[in-house]
């Protein structure tokens, strides 16, 4: 990004349809054709020899492919996250490659960063002085904190999975958290929408659905892979879905770089779910529209992996289609895998994430088609340690001994022991 980038242009198009319109100011985003949501598409004015070959410092460094003034961004360094070469878990999946990228490292400790920074720049832009959002924890605490760092006010509802310490993590920051006695986040974003127009908030919940400019952020994961691979796309793009504007995002940044020559198209996509909630899973395996799926809520939610535990697909519109339109998967693990995962990960790889993040994990092993030539690139969203309770009865406690050699030595010798039997 340079001082003199100007705002990006932008559209509003459908994937359900195809229709396509300029930007409005009202607040209804549901195609008159059809009535699916509506996506923003960036008209994108970029030089690929002059935006793709220097590295990035976060992601506002692709903001000619981003819908909001970057001179107005609210940012906290979000983005430009590592890509990790995991040969120990290529190896385990006879794989020729495993790609890490490794979003756990953003602000607050999940790719929510992102999404938030563009959107929350929105709301500056419409002059408000107040977010509001749903969340079960992580876009709580980048709500929080963005708001912070704009001077602004948030408030937090969160609804029946929200985790303890993200719910502490967000109150940090200064927003005004109030629980909601629910397990359905659909019943959270219904109140969230009227408390916004009563009160004159900028909804900032990353739900595609109500809001496109939300969930823009993701989209520079894609352009961010693509940079970081020299060019040279993976054969997959593995990712947890609760909502699915991640994957949908993400399908929508290569998207972009097809329509700017940079790639000839976008690697299969993987969203992972887990078993106790997997509308994802279902819609693919019943060939459901979007709308379909509004209908039809995951009954009961109930997994470890509280920050993927939607009902609804808020993102449908455009995850869907992510998987259908790549030859993609939608994958679920139950609650025991994704905790061998999230250790696998953390002892051979030296990355500790969440459970909600964990689901990936496991899931490599149900990708289909993969061989020695095939390189995986997994997305990895959230922290550890924002959700150590989560995990703590399953860790090893510490051995406890007198100051003493021969207890030291004895209990080294005998841990040895265990190992090698
Ligand atoms: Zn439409």
Redesign the pocket.
């Known amino acids: 990004m340079t001082k003199h980038t100007p705002p990006a242009l932008y559209g509003l198009v ?6 396509s319109a300029a930007p409005k100011t009202d607040a209804d985003y549901s ?6 949501p ?1 996506s923003i598409e960036v008209a994108a004015r970029v030089s690929p020899l002059e935006h793709f070959t220097t590295k990035p410092d976060s992601m506002w460094y692709y903001a000619p492919l981003l819908p909001v003034d970057p001179h107005q961004a609210v940012s906290l360094g979000e983005g430009a996250t590592p890509l990790l070469n995991a040969p120990r878990l290529a190896e385990e999946l006879s794989a020729g490659a495993v790609l890490l990228k490794n979003e756990s490292v953003n602000p607050t400790g999940s790719f929510k960063d992102r999404q938030v920074s563009v959107g929350i720049t929105r709301a500056r832009e419409l002059g408000l002085d107040t977010v509001a959002v749903v969340s079960s924890g992580n876009v709580a605490c980048a709500a929080s904190a963005y708001a912070a760092r704009a001077g602004m006010k948030s408030i937090l509802m969160m609804h029946g999975h929200a985790g303890g310490a993200k719910a502490q993590q967000a109150t940090a920051y200064g927003g005004q958290a109030i629980r909601v006695d629910t397990p359905s986040a659909r019943a959270v974003f219904d109140l969230c929408r009227e408390a916004c127009k009563r009160f004159n908030w900028y909804h900032l919940s990353t739900a595609g659905m109500y809001e496109p400019f939300n969930v823009e952020g993701a989209k520079t994961l894609a352009y961010e892979i693509y940079q970081q691979t020299g060019g040279e796309l993976p054969d997959w793009v593995v990712a947890p879905v609760g909502g699915g504007g991640l994957l949908g995002g993400i399908w929508r940044g290569f998207c972009d770089l097809v329509r700017l020559g940079l790639a000839d198209r976008a690697p299969r996509l993987a969203g992972v779910q887990a078993a106790g909630c997997a509308p994802l899973a279902e819609a693919i395996r019943s060939g459901a529209s979007f709308l379909e799926t509004l209908e039809h809520p995951w009954p009961n939610p109930e997994t470890i992996a509280g920050g993927i535990a939607d009902d609804i697909l808020f993102d449908g519109h455009t995850v869907l289609p992510a998987i259908r339109e790549t030859d993609g998967v939608a994958l679920a693990v139950d609650d025991a895998a994704i905790l061998r995962g999230l250790q696998r990960l953390a002892e051979t790889e030296g990355i500790l994430v969440e459970p909600t993040c964990a689901v990936v994990v496991e899931a490599l092993k149900q990708l289909p088609d993969v061989d020695n030539e095939s390189r995986i690139c997994v997305i990895l969203t959230g922290n550890g340690v924002k959700d150590l309770a989560a995990i703590s009865p399953h860790l090893p406690e510490a051995a406890h001994i007198p100051p003493t050699e021969e207890a030291l030595f004895d209990t080294v010798e005998r841990r040895q022991h265990e190992h090698s039997g």
């Open positions: 459908c994937y359900g349809c195809g229709y195609c008159p054709e059809c009535g699916e509506l």
